[in-house]
């Protein structure tokens, strides 16, 4: 049972990736799934959720109008897409799920988590 990010790499500022979370040994019908991001010597932040229950979404207002998070049905997998990205933005972005599907951007709910993707912005 765990989650499988993709999608991180290197990006000059203004630029867009999409991260990818799947479930591997277990489905997310009707989870919540967050994601966060750490920088090193810091704590991890979370970005966004999408209780793909209700379809409810949150994000940090710090991302707000950039990045979209979003699943083709209830099943995953999740998405991510970071638009006008900047240096600010680089982290590791983990995903993590909810099986109450209630969604927060508090860590504390969650339980299963992925071993994160390295998101690296450039000037």
């Known amino acids: 049972v765990q989650l499988v990010e993709s999608g991180g790499g290197l990006v000059q500022a203004g630029g867009s990736l999409t991260l990818s979370c799947a479930a591997s040994g277990f489905t997310f019908n009707g989870h919540a799934i967050g994601w966060f991001r750490q920088v090193p010597g810091k704590e991890r932040e979370g970005v966004s959720f999408?209780?793909?229950?209700?379809?409810?979404?949150r994000y940090a207002d710090s991302v707000k109008g950039r990045f979209t998070i979003s699943s083709d049905n209830r099943k995953g997998p999740v998405y991510l897409r970071m638009s006008n990205l900047r240096l600010e933005d680089t982290a590791i972005y983990y995903c993590?799920?909810?099986?109450?599907?209630?969604?927060?951007?508090?860590?504390?709910?969650?339980?299963?988590w992925g071993r994160g993707t390295q998101v690296t912005v450039t000037s």
């Open positions: 999408l209780s793909l229950g209700d379809g409810s979404s």
């Open positions: 993590a799920s909810d099986p109450t599907g209630w969604g927060t951007l508090n860590e504390d709910n969650y339980y299963t």
